[in-house]
C-alpha cells in the first residue's frame, strides 16, 4: 500500500501564480524526495529533505516538512507552462536501505 | 547525479512472451532499484538488484515473474516474464548510494503495452 497520500490529486492555476501541493505520510522517515514527471516519462529529482529539517528551497521550489504532522508540503512559485507535470513525494523509511515509497501524485496544469 | 540510460524506451509485446530491460549507468552506484508505474498510478517498487547476489523482491512480486540480474555495479537487466496484459506498464530503474540520506535518480523509463 501506499505510504503516503497527495492533495490536491488536481491542480489547474494560471501562469504566474504560486502552486502548493501536500503529501501526507503514515510512518516515521528518514527523509522526503519530490519528483516531477512530464508525460509518463522518467521521474526528475526536485529536492530531498531530511527529517530532521524543515524547509529547503531549490530556484522557485520551496519544500517543507513537519514530522509532527507527517506532512511535507512543495510550492513553486511564479509558476510557467513548463511546470505543467505530476509530481510525486516519496518517502525514504529505512536509514540505508533507501527504499522509497510513493504517495500517489499531484498532476499540475499551469494554463498560459 | 548519475545519467541513467534505459533500454528498449518502449516495445508492445505479445501475452505469453517475455522481455528482458537494461538499465546503464554512467558511474558506480551502490543501490539499484527496479519500479514499475501502472497506467495512471504512482511507482510501486518491485525489488531491489543487488551486485553479485539474488534481488530483495517486495511483497507482491516474485523472481519467477520479474527476474533480475545486476552483475556489477552499474548495470542492471528486469525480465517481465510470461507478459499479460496486466504487465502493461512503464518499468523504471533508479540509482542512489548509501547513505543516511541520498538522492535516488531514475532513468527514463520503458513503456511496455502487452496484448
Known amino acids: 500500500s501506499q505510504q503516503g497520500e497527495e492533495d490536491p490529486q488536481a491542480l489547474s492555476i494560471q501562469e504566474g501564480e504560486n502552486a502548493t501541493m501536500n503529501c501526507s505520510y503514515k510512518?516515521?522517515?528518514?527523509?522526503l524526495q519530490w519528483y516531477r514527471q512530464n508525460s509518463g516519462r522518467g521521474l526528475v529529482h526536485l529536492i530531498l529533505i531530511r527529517s530532521n529539517e524543515r524547509e529547503k528551497h531549490s530556484g522557485r521550489l520551496r519544500v517543507t516538512l513537519d514530522t509532527s504532522k507527517k506532512s511535507s508540503s512543495l510550492l513553486i512559485t511564479a509558476s510557467r507552462a513548463a511546470d505543467t507535470a505530476s509530481y510525486f513525494c516519496?518517502?525514504?523509511?529505512?536509514?540505508?536501505?533507501?527504499?522509497?515509497?510513493f504517495g500517489q501524485g499531484t498532476r499540475l496544469t499551469i494554463n498560459p | 547525479s548519475a545519467v541513467i540510460s534505459q533500454k528498449p524506451s518502449r516495445d508492445i509485446c505479445q501475452r505469453g512472451t517475455s522481455l528482458t530491460i537494461q538499465c546503464q549507468v554512467d558511474s558506480q552506484v551502490t543501490m539499484m532499484f527496479w519500479y514499475r508505474q501502472q497506467p495512471g498510478q504512482s511507482l510501486t517498487l518491485i525489488a531491489t538488484?543487488?551486485?553479485?547476489?539474488?534481488?530483495?523482491?517486495e511483497s507482491g512480486f516474485v523472481i519467477d515473474k520479474f527476474p533480475i540480474s545486476r552483475p556489477n555495479l552499474t548495470f542492471s537487466t528486469l525480465t517481465v516474464s510470461n507478459m499479460s496484459p496486466e504487465d502493461s506498464s512503464i518499468y523504471l530503474c533508479?540509482?542512489?548510494?548509501?547513505?543516511?540520506?541520498?538522492?535516488?535518480?531514475f532513468g527514463p523509463g520503458t513503456r511496455l503495452t502487452v496484448t
Open positions: 516519496a518517502t525514504a523509511i529505512i536509514q540505508g536501505a533507501q527504499k522509497l515509497v
Open positions: 538488484a543487488n551486485q553479485g547476489s539474488e534481488a530483495t523482491y
Open positions: 510512518t516515521s522517515i528518514n527523509n
Open positions: 533508479s540509482v542512489g548510494q548509501t547513505g543516511p540520506a541520498t538522492e535516488q535518480y
